[in-house]
């Protein structure tokens, strides 16, 4: 058809898979896959990782990333075969018509390179525009996509602007050629909700004015639900279900898409605290090295035994540098810190091994909290050699009962890093933080490198390991969504003070402060034209201030 700008057909996508002690194997990573785009049309890409949303976005380019091949089907852009295409033609159509929008901007940018020559760099070398010609539309999209004084914000290197700055700047870069498709590959993820929605605003307006067609590829339905016209929900490579947004999020007809649309409907109810806090923080003060400002100004927080008590804001908000006080990696300047009844030593180096074992944390990144040389077993049995001890039998006992613990069971102790899904990462950091048998554990953003499903999942295990354990959480994370399903107390911090704290129940009801209700207000909810919504409320809001 005229209007059909990308035609894929029964795409088949396939892999070597290398695996420890074994031999290499062909695996089919996308099965007989067929989508077709119309021109000013976005479709999302939406499913847990390993789901082939961003192979099939980049087969859209033709290309394949970390060897793998496109074996199969038709991939037609504007109407020509462009699989198995002539890597001169493959040059000419890449970053002119057809652009890619990274997850992560930090590291698609040359932090050498201001960010306007970055951004047109495209644009000048297919020809499209002349210099002056680029610049000025760079221009004119730093303004559509509302960056901060856009005449002269392409003067910036990369690293003197924030994440969404640089998130939107790389939006301007993949439109400023006039593309016919662009592929938004997870471009809102790693983004606080705050910025997020400032990113997806500004992503849906350019979309809008340009007359761009897209890919956006996401785990998150609800976002995705923003700026899709249609959605095709894909598992395991192959597609589960597709359909009109108001289909897939109202009438899901698979049990998968149903799964993905009921995500987060924990129902944590709060506990009543005990009579004296495990846990208590009082005008807490704390600055990195030599700097000038402090980044921690006068925090104080209780968290008692067997409940979470969630830190919450923005990056930059203070939330992991009070995670790093409290462990000790980072003394504070003022104030003190009690744990159990007793002061907690400053430094980590002051405290004694008793300290160290009851107070443990679970990271965000468990691919690099892990040795990937190291054997699972070896993971989770070295806390217990270093705080318990045991060696041999006793030990290899142990870590099957925490495996067990972590639903994971038979199997898992002799594999590697390596052959583990992401949340099975996790759950295995969870092991050996449980392992250390402690009082608490900190939670810095376990689930927010995780799918819904996968996180979901992770925090009803923590919900009952704390039920079954009596161990108490502090959860740092910018998720909302998280915080309701896991909390009994909520303390949301702000440029390094906590601008509001209280129980589950008193944080979230009204009335709020200015920055809680720009927070709370920012979190997509599964509604079409939710986004249109909140952005006419501040409008409106700003307008009667």
Not at 84 to 107: D, F, I
Not at 389 to 394: H, S
Request: net charge neutral.
């Amino acid at each position: 058809m005229a209007d059909t700008l990308l035609d894929i057909r029964n795409l088949r996508i396939e892999a070597t898979v290398y695996a420890p002690g074994e031999k290499p194997r062909n695996a089919v990573i996308v099965d007989d896959v067929s989508l077709s785009l119309e021109r000013g049309k976005v479709m999302g890409l939406i499913g847990e990782s390993g789901a082939g949303k961003s192979t099939i976005g980049l087969a859209a380019l033709s290309y394949g990333r970390g060897g793998i091949r496109l074996t199969g089907g038709e991939v037609l852009l504007n109407g020509r075969q462009i699989r198995g295409a002539s890597s001169a033609t493959l040059r000419s159509l890449r970053g002119k018509e057809v652009t890619y929008v990274a997850q992560s901007a930090a590291a698609a940018f040359n932090p050498a390179k201001k960010l306007m020559e970055q951004v047109i760099e495209a644009t000048l070398h297919h020809g499209v525009l002349s210099q002056a010609e680029a610049e000025a539309r760079a221009v004119e999209l730093f303004r559509t996509l509302s960056l901060p004084d856009p005449e002269n914000f392409g003067k910036r290197y990369p690293h003197q602007v924030s994440g969404g700055q640089l998130q939107r700047a790389m939006t301007a870069m993949a439109l400023c050629p006039k593309p016919d498709l662009v592929i938004f590959d997870e471009p809102t993820t790693a983004l606080d909700v705050t910025t997020q929605i400032d990113v997806l605003a500004a992503i849906k307006t350019a979309i809008a004015e340009t007359g761009v067609a897209a890919l956006y590829i996401t785990h998150d339905l609800a976002v995705v639900a923003q700026v899709s016209d249609e959605i095709m929900v894909l598992r395991s490579g192959k597609m589960v279900e597709h359909g009109s947004v108001q289909q897939i999020i109202e009438a899901p007809r698979e049990d998968y898409t149903r799964a993905l649309v009921s995500v987060r409907q924990i129902d944590h109810a709060e506990k009543a605290p005990a009579a004296e806090p495990l846990l208590r923080a009082e005008n807490v003060t704390a600055r990195y090295g030599a700097m000038s400002k402090d980044v921690l100004s006068n925090v104080s927080v209780e968290l008692y035994a067997g409940q979470t008590l969630a830190l919450v804001g923005e990056s930059g908000s203070g939330k992991s540098t009070m995670a790093r006080v409290i462990t000790g990696l980072l003394p504070p300047r003022a104030g003190e810190i009690t744990f159990d009844g007793k002061p907690l030593p400053r430094a980590l180096k002051d405290r004694s091994r008793d300290e160290l074992r009851e107070l443990q944390m679970i990271y965000q990144m468990a691919d690099v909290a892990m040795n990937p040389r190291q054997t699972v077993a070896t993971i989770i049995g070295r806390p217990l050699e270093f705080y318990f001890g045991l060696r041999g039998r006793a030990r290899d006992e142990r870590v099957q009962e925490l495996l067990d613990a972590i639903e994971l069971g038979q199997g898992f102790a002799d594999r590697y890093p390596a052959e583990l899904s992401g949340g099975q990462k996790q759950r295995v950091c969870i092991a050996r933080a449980l392992a250390a048998k402690p009082k608490m554990i900190i939670c810095d953003e376990v689930t927010s490198a995780l799918d819904p499903l996968v996180a979901d999942g992770i925090l009803k295990l923590l919900l009952d390991l704390q039920a079954r354990e009596g161990v108490a959480y502090l959860f740092i994370t910018h998720d909302i969504a998280t915080v309701r399903a896991i909390a009994d107390s909520i303390a949301v911090m702000y440029q390094g003070r906590v601008q509001r704290y209280g129980t589950k129940t008193e944080v979230l009801a009204p009335p709020f402060d200015d920055y809680t209700d720009l927070l709370l207000s920012s979190v997509p909810e599964m509604e079409i034209g939710w986004l249109e919504r909140v952005l006419s409320s501040r409008k409106m809001a700003s307008a009667g201030n």
